[in-house]
């Protein structure tokens, strides 16, 4: 028989063994950070073919898994050294049978080609068994994922044939399954299934399947019932290395007919759990359970959890190896179970500070996905960040593909300079010069939100290839994955401060969505439903009348189907609104728009009310249901609001750093001062000093200062905030490190170190880069010279020991010269009683300036006799000031009245500077007692004159 190019390959390899594997493994190398390593990539781009060298590794993912893209799911290959990315082929082969002196198994394990195998096969016919069927698929299973790592490793060098990896694996299975002594192994494993062990029918099972035997073959049913067969009468015999790879074979979340086999694998794994001690145990039993986590009840996974943190605590994790700590802290964490087990998992990682560099490159990016998720350790994060940058300049991987991009995320993600952000960006371009598949895009994207990427060409250019990405690959402008690239564009577009457009994007998206309306289930899932019209809600504002008279009635069904809408459909329908609120105060709103969004707000707020009246009162679901709220700017005083206060004053679960920003922001947001919640986060963070980044730390301290809230522990919690911030200050934002600033300048709690961070030409330089190069150019800048400006004010007011100069003189002269006069109603009401109360008009400065560049209402100045004098008499002897400052509601939090820390701090300085402070507040004004007559005048007289002795001095 005529041998096929693919089996030549390996023909003409004799020696493809232990050597060959070896000279394959990783190797260490000398430590590099991501800007080096940004420097580094670019510079071997532009001088070679090859792109970057990374790591090389030699993980392969099963074909139905390999474009698998889920941001939060981790598909597990490697289960048991089967699959081991370090694995020796030798030790890999014998895994079935370890002890044998079989000549006809030992020869199998030492093929080195396809074609040795069915020669085995040939020369032993009459003698092949069901053992030896077995072991022959194990080795065919093993040639198939060398092929596919040198493959990977060769088709990018110069001279190689330009075929795809995905072309190459596939026509590679068909010739081995179609070759004659293929159907001989299978016909032996067929008839001889009664003698086989569990272990042997799982693994055949398995490799069967990932060699591409439909499920629906003769062989894999038969199989599959023996293997069940097997089951119900083993018991809890069934091994847990067999139900492993069981488990694996199975793995088919979407895929009914294997429901039937996992209801009958979770009895015996929920059996098997208490005993489950040694690391080889929490490997097989955590693989297990990951391959069918769709299954698992919440009983099975308490029952892990609860496994684990004995474990834990006993001390004996933390002799595991890091690859199977990893494994378990990923099924503790799966979105599945939402933040249940945020405790155990964090425990988990802290195990792998230090060990990160025994992690092969799968687990890097698993790892870095858990800390995405729970926003800490912070220095694990750094370990990690710096390991995946060794790796990306490792020489030895010349790709440019999903890996080195998944792995880019990894650098890029909590910190990026505006220095490291120039080079991601053309690493970036360089990317999207390549043909691009799904999975890249979707790493590309999160590069580019984590570098807040403000290049608005590149911008472009990613999404018109995401385009063709769609329109190359019909599976990819199906409805779910239409959906997916709709909620990316749709949380793209605060990159850029909510000024980004694709119109191009927008336009292709509307249209296939008008068509799948018409053509598909779209419109009948309410799941699905939510994001289309969340999407056409946001992008729908220039369309024509019979668009907004369809969206009109898409709108009308969302609402008959309301009470089957979750809270992230809530969430995904609020962000729509929001988007569309931002785009249409840019331009003339058509009525029909406004009144498409009162609808869509009726729903949504029936929604939450009805989710709120569930029992789920976790601090997950209560952030995710405010966030739904608040973005669309609902009124604070309701019943809705007051529900989300309740919950949050009674948290009693354990909280990791995401949940803590949600909350922060959540409050920070609707300005909601709930004392024993924020005090509860203040905690957090005294306890929690390691683990955490500076910009939740920067986020709880910027929210005590907007709400005005001393919390109980500030002390222990501005000491800790500090050292934080101080820690993670090259990571963090310029205008982070100034928010920070400013709210330990509020509490009178800067330390020195601080001034000498910021006051330097380094640290001003950078803001310079940052403001040159942000990422919403409309609003960045004007909020960095803003914050830079108080910073300045508050050092010379609070700390002149530190001798800092006021810089910012010329800057607040050129701010008080574009601002308007005031022109509201309650500023003109004082203004008339305040001359009535002075009897001139001229006794009255409105519109004026202290020293350091706070605006006054209105300012009044009197002599040593408290009579009124003139603005020009400001200058004469013992002449002293009054500055009469109005407070609007915006100025107070809601729930629990506060002033914000901005007004509190502006008060403190102008009496240092010497003036008197008259506070007005609009709502005592507006107040029903203030209507009676006489009353605002009498009430303004007292403020002014403070006594009836100086009021009678002044009628005198």
């Known amino acids: 028989m005529k041998k096929s190019v693919v089996f030549g390959v390996f023909s003409k390899s004799p020696k493809f063994g232990r050597g060959m594997i070896n000279s394959y493994c990783v190797q260490s190398v000398k430590t590099k950070n991501s800007v080096q390593f940004a420097r580094n990539l670019l510079q071997i781009h532009n001088q070679h073919k090859n792109p970057f060298t990374l790591v090389k590794q030699f993980k392969c993912s099963s074909r139905s898994d390999r474009n698998d893209e889920s941001d939060s799911d981790v598909e597990y290959v490697k289960d048991l050294d089967i699959d081991s990315i370090s694995e020796s082929d030798s030790e890999n082969r014998k895994f079935l049978y370890p002890d044998t002196q079989d000549p006809i198994i030992l020869k199998l394990c030492e093929c080195a080609s396809v074609q040795a195998v069915f020669d085995v096969v040939s020369e032993h016919e009459n003698e092949f068994n069901g053992h030896h069927a077995c072991q022959a698929l194990l080795v065919l299973w093993d040639l198939y994922k060398i092929y596919y790592r040198i493959n990977k490793e060769t088709q990018f060098e110069p001279d190689s044939i330009k075929v795809s990896s995905e072309e190459l694996i596939n026509k590679f299975a068909e010739n081995v399954v179609s070759h004659p002594y293929f159907g001989k192994i299978v016909c032996c494993l067929d008839v001889s299934m009664k003698e086989l062990s569990p272990t042997a029918l799982s693994c055949s099972f398995l490799y069967l399947k990932r060699l591409g035997i439909p499920c629906h073959s003769s062989v894999m049913q038969k199989l599959l019932v023996r293997i069940e067969e097997l089951l119900e009468i083993m018991g809890s015999d069934f091994s847990l290395v067999a139900l492993s790879r069981f488990t694996v074979a199975i793995k088919a979340p979407n895929k009914l007919n294997f429901l039937s086999s996992a209801q009958k694998v979770l009895p015996l794994i929920h059996a098997k759990i208490d005993s489950c001690e040694s690391e080889m145990d929490i490997d097989l039993l955590s693989s297990s359970l990951l391959n069918i986590r769709w299954f698992v009840s919440s009983t099975i996974y308490n029952a892990y959890k609860n496994q684990v943190v004995k474990l834990v605590e006993s001390g004996m994790f933390s002799s595991y190896q890091p690859t199977v700590i990893v494994k378990t802290a990923v099924l503790l964490s799966s979105p599945l179970w939402g933040n249940e087990a945020s405790d155990v998992s964090k425990k988990l990682l802290t195990l792998l500070k230090g060990r990160i560099s025994q992690l092969e490159v799968p687990d890097v990016t698993r790892v870095h996905k858990i800390i995405e998720s729970l926003r800490e350790p912070a220095d694990l994060h ?277 949940m803590l920003q949600d909350i922060a922001r959540n409050l920070l947001v609707s300005k909601c001062l709930i004392p024993t919640t924020i005090d509860y986060l203040t905690e957090y963070v005294v306890q929690n000093k390691a683990n955490l980044f500076g910009e939740t730390v920067e986020l709880i301290l910027f929210l005590c200062y907007e709400l005005g809230y001393t919390p109980a522990n500030v002390d222990s919690f501005l000491t800790t905030s500090s050292e934080i911030i101080f820690r993670e200050s090259d990571r963090m934002s310029g205008l982070a490190i100034l928010q920070a600033s400013l709210t330990l300048c509020f509490f009178r709690f800067l330390p020195e170190e601080f001034v000498h961070l910021i006051f330097t030409f380094t640290f001003l330089e950078r803001l310079d880069a940052e403001i040159a190069d942000c990422y919403a150019k409309a609003i960045y800048p004007s909020r960095v010279r803003n914050y830079l400006m108080q910073v300045n004010r508050a050092v010379c007011l609070d700390y002149p020991e530190f001798d800092v100069p006021w810089f910012h ?145 002044r009628l005198n």
């Not at 005031?822 to 004026?848: C, M, W, Y």
Request: charged share 25%; aromatic share 12%.
């Open 382 to 658: 750094a370990e990690l960040s710096e390991y995946a940058s060794r790796l990306l300049s490792e020489d030895g991987f010349t790709t440019i593909d999903s890996e080195s991009a998944e792995l880019l995320t990894c650098v890029t993600s909590f910190t990026c300079s505006p220095n490291e952000r120039k080079m991601f960006e053309n690493i970036v371009e360089n990317y999207l010069k390549k043909k691009l598949n799904p999975r890249t895009l979707t790493y590309l994207f999160k590069i580019l939100r984590n570098i807040k990427c403000s290049n608005v060409e590149l911008c472009d250019k990613f999404w018109f290839s995401t385009l063709q990405v769609m329109e190359a690959n019909p599976e990819e402008y199906s409805y779910t994955n239409i959906l997916k690239y709709s909620l990316r564009y749709m949380y793209f577009n605060n990159n850029l401060g909510g000024t980004y457009r694709h119109y191009e994007f927008e336009n292709k998206l509307t249209e296939w969505y008008l068509n799948l309306y018409e053509k598909s289930v779209i419109g009948f899932i309410p799941s699905k439903f939510a994001i289309m019209i969340a999407f056409l809600v946001a992008y729908g504002e220039k369309q024509q009348k019979d668009f907004l008279e369809k969206l009109h009635d898409m709108i009308t069904r969302l609402g008959e189907m309301s009470s089957q809408l979750s809270e992230l459909d809530c969430v995904n329908i609020s962000r729509g609104i929001q988007i569309a609120s931002q785009l249409n105060t840019r331009s003339n709103e058509k009525p029909q728009m406004y009144d498409m969004y009162v609808k869509l707000n009726s729903i949504l707020n029936e929604c939450i009310r009805r989710h709120i009246d569930k029992n789920d009162k976790s601090v997950s679901t209560t952030n995710i249901l405010m966030r739904s709220y608040v973005m669309r700017k609902a009124p604070q005083s309701t019943d809705i609001s007051q529900c989300f206060v309740n919950r949050y004053e009674n948290i009693n679960e354990p909280i990791n750093s995401r």
């Open 809 to 953: 003189k010329k800057y607040c002269e050129e701010v008080a010269a574009t601002e308007g006069a005031p022109a509201s109603l309650f500023h003109n009401e004082v203004r008339e009683v305040l001359v009535k109360v002075l009897g001139d008009n001229k006794f009255i400065t409105q519109q004026s300036y202290s020293p350091y560049g706070y605006r006054l209402d209105f300012e009044i100045f009197f002599n040593e006799s408290h009579i009124p004098v003139t603005w020009k008499q400001r200058y004469d002897k013992n002449i002293f000031r009054k500055a009469v400052l109005l407070h609007a509601d915006e100025a107070f939090s809601h729930n629990v009245c506060s002033l914000n820390g901005n007004a509190q701090m502006k008060k403190r300085h102008l009496e240092m500077l010497g003036y008197e402070v008259i506070e007005i507040v609009q709502s005592v004004w507006n107040s029903m007692y203030m209507s009676e007559p006489g009353m605002k005048y009498n009430f303004i007289n007292e403020k002014v004159f403070k006594s009836d002795k100086e009021a009678v001095l």
